[in-house]
C-alpha cells in the first residue's frame, strides 16, 4: 500500500511539475509599480512570450484562465491588470471601471509589459505578441501601433482604427475574431478595418462568425456565449500564434 501511495505521489508531482506556473509579478510603469499575473510553461526556454489583456471586467479568473492555457500551448503569458486591482462583478461596475481607465496610463502599462517581458531570461525578445479581448481586444490592436518590434496581435471583438497613417506603424500580423451580430463593432467596420490593413500591405487575418454577437467567447456570457464559435477562435489564435511566434 504505501509503495502504491507513493508512486501516486511520484505521479501527481510530476503532473503537477508540468502544468503552467502562474505567479503574481510586480514592474514599473512610470512613477507607478503595477501588477500581473505571469504563466509560464514547464521545460527550459527561452519561449516565445504573450501580453494578455483582460476585458472590461478586469483581471478575473477566466483571463487568468486563457493566459494560463497560452502558458501550456508553450508561450510566457503576462496577464496585465489595467484596474490595479479592482475587477468588477457587475455590467454597472465594469462600465464605470472602462469609462474610468485613462487611455494613456493603459498605454504606458501596455508598454510597461513589454519591456517587462523583454528582460525575462525565459523568453525569447523577438517573439513577442499580444491577445485581449473586448476592451482588452482593442488595446492588443493599440499595442501593435505602439510597439514595433511586435511580433504578432490577436484582436477579440476590440475596437478598430482605420486611419492609414496610424495604421501604417503596425509590422505585426494581426488576426481578428468577431461577431456578425455584434451591434457596436459591426462587420461594415471590421471590413473597412481589413480593407485598409491590405492596402497597406500588412498581413492581416479576419473572421466573422455570423450568427455570433458580442463577447461569444466567454461562457460566462450566458447570452451570447457560442461554443463552437469560441472553439474555433480558439484554435484559429493557436495556429496564428503557432506560425507566427514559433517559427
Not at 471586467?57 to 477566466?62: E, V
Not at 450568427?211 to 493557436?238: C, L, M, S, V
Amino acid at each position: 500500500m504505501k509503495r502504491v501511495c507513493l508512486l501516486m505521489f511520484v505521479i501527481l508531482f510530476a503532473a503537477l511539475s508540468f502544468a503552467a506556473d502562474g505567479k503574481t509579478v510586480s514592474y514599473k510603469s512610470g512613477d507607478e509599480t503595477v501588477q500581473g499575473a505571469l504563466y509560464t510553461p514547464a521545460g527550459k526556454g527561452p519561449f516565445p512570450a504573450l501580453v494578455v489583456i483582460h476585458e472590461w471586467w478586469g483581471l478575473n479568473d477566466w483571463v487568468k484562465d486563457q493566459a494560463s492555457k497560452l502558458a501550456d500551448q508553450g508561450y510566457v503569458a503576462l496577464a496585465i491588470d489595467l484596474y490595479r486591482g479592482r475587477v468588477a462583478a457587475t455590467p454597472d461596475i465594469a462600465h464605470e471601471l472602462a469609462r474610468g481607465l485613462p487611455e494613456d496610463r493603459a498605454k504606458r502599462d501596455l508598454h510597461a509589459a513589454v519591456e517587462f517581458l523583454q528582460s525575462q531570461p525565459s523568453v525569447k525578445k523577438d517573439r513577442i505578441g499580444s491577445i485581449g479581448w473586448c476592451m482588452g481586444g482593442g488595446y492588443s490592436l493599440d499595442v501593435a501601433l505602439q510597439e514595433p518590434s511586435l511580433a504578432a496581435t490577436v484582436i477579440n471583438y476590440g475596437h478598430l482604427a482605420t486611419d492609414a497613417d496610424a495604421l501604417k506603424k503596425i509590422h505585426a500580423p494581426i488576426l481578428g475574431l468577431f461577431g456578425g451580430q455584434d451591434r457596436g463593432i459591426t462587420p461594415d467596420d471590421v471590413n473597412k478595418f481589413e480593407q485598409a490593413l491590405k492596402k497597406l500591405g500588412k498581413k492581416v487575418d479576419i473572421k466573422i462568425y455570423a450568427d455570433a454577437g458580442h463577447a461569444f467567447e466567454n461562457p460566462n456570457n450566458k447570452d451570447g456565449y457560442r461554443a463552437e464559435d469560441a472553439a474555433d477562435a480558439w484554435q484559429r489564435t493557436i495556429s496564428f500564434l503557432a506560425e507566427n511566434l514559433k517559427k
